[in-house]
């Protein structure tokens, strides 16, 4: 089907000049007299005539089209991520190709191939809980595409990552669940084949030294889904020792462990206080609301995406960047337990 958008071709032929003689009037070429620019303008904008993108970007050797790879786009953290990405993107004149790898390696591997396929001008990935071989990006490293890791990285030598200082904020969490009167604290953590969840679990267990608590591995459980959760909660629940506080490695593992704890009924957080990690919209929905750390995912997308595009349109090499994000301990309900009078 032929398209109605105008060419340079039909500004030509209405004002019965060459097809060049618009193109350089386009562009204010000296060569083109003041009235012919005028004029070949001012039909331009009445045919709403605009440059064609492909063949632009075909002729600078860009298709102004980077991919991302997101492990999961139903949490929120991830889509805060993409409109922090999104927000560079577009002032850079480019498109995103959002891919979704559903945690799964051979999905990924899959991923990497269709954005090389696509000719992307680079890439920002964030790999899945079951990657644990990276030869899919090293296939767009030695094919010259640009890559910036966020999130969750691995240590592919001079690759840029912007990454969430999460040691440091789980350390917060914890230590403010010690300080809200909890002294056997669990911790539902993600895979340690990824450097957040060693992260986040090292944080763990360093406040609860520096507290004087004894680390208990018994209630330090690979448990970062809802579906986890269901399993892992009653686990906790029918210890003889009890737990008194829960710190989980995300919101989403955090709340569906609030709704288990309230149907088994307990108290939060006079019971049990839970503290999560991400601050995703729904930490202020529950009951109570709950108390997590803020990871600051738009400004991540943003950092990660302006990284990318100043290494796409440099001319010379750029120094291998790391940029590690502040997180903020966001206190509510589920861990303000009331004072004994």
């Known amino acids: 089907m032929k398209s109605n958008q105008a060419t340079i071709k039909d500004i030509a032929r ?63 953290f991830f889509s805060s991520v993409i409109s922090g990405i999104e927000d560079i993107a577009y002032k850079s004149g480019f498109s995103v190709l959002i891919c979704q790898s559903n945690e799964d390696y051979d999905k990924e591997v899959h991923v990497v191939h269709t954005l090389l396929s696509k000719r992307v001008d680079g890439v920002l990935a964030s790999v899945s809980k079951t990657t644990n071989k990276f030869d899919h990006y090293y296939e767009l490293k030695n ?21 969430v200082d999460d040691y440091t904020g789980s350390y917060k969490a914890v230590k403010h669940l010690v300080e809200a009167g909890c002294s056997r604290i669990a911790h539902l953590a993600t895979s ?22 004894e ?15 269901k399993k892992c909660i009653p686990y906790l629940l029918s210890l003889e020792k009890k737990i008194d506080g829960i710190f989980a490695v995300n919101d989403l593992t955090a709340i569906t462990a609030m709704s288990i704890i309230k149907r088994s009924g307990y108290s939060i957080p006079q019971d ?70």
């Open 192 to 213: 340690q084949e990824l450097l957040i969840g060693r992260n986040r679990k090292n944080g763990y267990i360093q406040a609860l030294k520096d507290c004087g608590i």
């Open 143 to 163: 094919s010259n595409i640009p890559l910036v890791f966020y999130d969750r990285v691995c240590n592919i030598p001079n690759t840029d990552r912007v990454i």
């Open 215 to 229: 680390v208990d591995e018994e209630i330090i459980l690979r448990c970062d889904t809802d579906q986890h959760a």
């Open 272 to 341: 049990i206080a839970i503290a999560g990690f991400s601050n995703s919209i729904y930490t202020n929905m529950t009951d109570p609301p709950l108390t997590t750390i803020e990871q600051h995912g738009f400004i991540m997308g943003q950092k990660a995406a302006t990284m990318l595009m100043e290494r796409i349109q440099s001319e010379t090499d750029i120094e291998t960047r790391v940029e590690q994000i502040k997180t903020e301990l966001i206190v509510r309900g589920s861990t303000q337990r009331r004072k004994n009078l």
């Open 14 to 76: 209405i004002l019965g000049i060459s097809p060049s003689t618009v193109s350089r009037a386009l562009k204010d070429h000296p060569d083109i007299s003041p009235k012919t620019r005028k004029a070949v303008k001012k039909l331009a904008e009445e045919l709403h005539y605009e440059p064609n993108a492909i063949a632009l970007s075909l002729r600078n050797s860009l298709t102004k089209t980077i991919g991302v790879i997101i492990p999961e786009l139903v949490h929120h």
